[in-house]
């Protein structure tokens, strides 16, 4: 028996957060443990994998020491994709509502833990070789709204700062937490009802418009990069889908009036173009595959036009976008679709079809720093992740570990619009 094969699991209930429970995994190999949890969406996509089977987070423990535990055990665990292969038949469905994506994610990620520490290398060289050099630039939430935060703030959900001028993951950060302090001081002197109150992913929450946050995120952006001397570009996350009403086919706007689909690409092309922006994420809603590829035939030479509720890191839907040029961006959540197989799979199509792939955190969280070894393994240029947060902390620390131990071989890799 090889040292990499599994000889047992364990499963606990813990919280994420937001203080909400989530599923933590251990798999125990002949040398030693590797641990994973799940995170989780406020957001959600309507075609993501299923969190949990009925019954929530218990259930799922439970069926992870009946079902899962006596098929892993005697499997290698540095076959990740074998084992990946062998959740999806233990399931037996199209979206893991079985034992739940969020389960199979912290079993498929608890495994790739225990392999790589098995083996004595960190993570990121465990799955993605020993080739990989480049680190993503964090893509920062600054300013939110929508399902993050309480009322009265914007309905854009997240206003995201990438610090495409910086030279190293390190001072990347840097301009990001530049960009979030700037900001505070910004609502604070023009007087927006505001009590420093952060949001999910610890953004800001003030009560302001979503052209208020517009103008106060711009400034902040040009007062951070003027300090750090290099170039700061700005998006957002509409997450449409969270305002848009099906029946009167609008999207609701509570700070304005609702727009439909003409109006709504109007509205976007409007702030690419007044703010310069470089990121819109799910400008419509998660069926509307025409309207990205409308916007993407009209912005996307200036801007990355991502999707993250139409594509929900799944090939399928990500194909079907590939073959009508919706989009030019995807979001990469490993826990919508389940394995980390199947999240590479959907990496690899859209990067092999030059879509730029942005591996992402989600609103719940927890101190895992997983996601950091994830990203540079898959080599995503962008990676979407909180600024301030004991949770989001923890990946960014990670990412410097990771810098450092890539030694002068580490660079950044390349964004923009091609
Ligand atoms: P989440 O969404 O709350 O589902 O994690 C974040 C996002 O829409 O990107
Ligand atoms: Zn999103």
């Known amino acids: 028996m090889s040292e990499t094969c ?29 641990k994973a949890s799940a995170p989780a969406g406020a957001s959600k996509g309507k075609w993501e994998a299923v969190s949990y089977p009925e019954g929530g987070v218990e259930e799922a423990v439970r069926r992870i020491l009946i079902l899962v535990k006596p098929r892993l055990i005697g499997f290698d665990s540095s ?21 739940g994506g969020n389960t199979a994610y ?3 990620l608890a495994v790739a833990d225990a392999a790589s520490k098995t083996l004595g290398i960190p993570m990121y060289q465990h799955i993605g070789g020993t080739m990989v050099k480049n680190l993503p630039y964090p893509l920062g939430n600054v300013l939110g709204g929508g399902k993050h935060a309480g009322e009265g703030c914007p309905d ?94 609008k999207y609701m706007y509570k700070h304005g009036k609702p727009l439909d689909k003409g109006e709504q690409i109007d509205y976007v092309l409007e702030c690419i173009d007044k703010y310069k922006l470089l990121y819109v994420e799910d400008p419509f809603h998660e ?12 912005a996307g030479d200036k801007c990355l036009i991502c999707g993250d509720d139409l594509f929900v890191t799944n090939v399928e839907r990500l194909r079907k976008g590939i073959d009508i040029h919706a989009g030019n961006a995807v979001i990469i959540k490993p826990n919508q679709i389940g394995t980390v197989t199947d999240a590479y799979e959907a990496t690899k199509l859209a990067q092999k079809h030059g879509y730029v792939t ?20 898959f080599n995503c240029p962008i990676v979407k992740i909180g600024v301030l947060g ?15 131990h890539m030694g002068d071989q580490a660079s950044m890799h390349r964004v923009g619009v091609k």
Do not use: M
């Open 156 to 249: 854009i959900q997240e206003y995201l700062v990438l610090p495409v001028g910086a030279k190293k993951f390190r001072e990347a950060y840097l301009g990001n937490r530049e960009v979030h302090r700037a900001l505070r001081r910004i609502l604070e002197e023009r007087n927006i009802p505001f009590f420093g109150g952060r949001g999910d992913e610890g953004a800001w929450a003030p009560r302001i418009s979503n052209d208020g946050a517009f103008e106060a995120t711009a400034e902040a952006v040009k007062r951070a990069s003027e300090r750090l001397g290099f170039e700061i570009r700005f998006g957002v996350d509409v997450a449409s889908s969270s305002f848009w009403d099906e029946e009167k086919c």
């Open 358 to 377: 942005v591996f992402s955190h989600r609103s719940g969280e927890t101190t895992d720093g997983h996601l950091a070894h994830l990203a540079v393994a």
């Open 390 to 404: 004991g949770e989001r902390i923890a990946k960014i620390n990670e990412f410097l570990r990771i810098e450092e």
């Open 287 to 298: 069926e509307d595959f025409e309207g990205f590829r409308e916007l993407t035939e009209k």
């Open 106 to 108: 912290a079993v498929s």
């Open 6 to 34: 599994i000889v047992d699991l364990k499963a606990r209930k813990v919280f994420d957060s937001r203080g909400s429970e989530t599923v933590e995994v251990e798999v125990y190999t002949r040398k030693t443990v590797g």
């Open 79 to 99: 076959d990740q994709v074998n084992v990946d292969k062998a959740l999806k038949e233990i399931d037996g469905t199209i979206n893991f509502s079985k034992i």
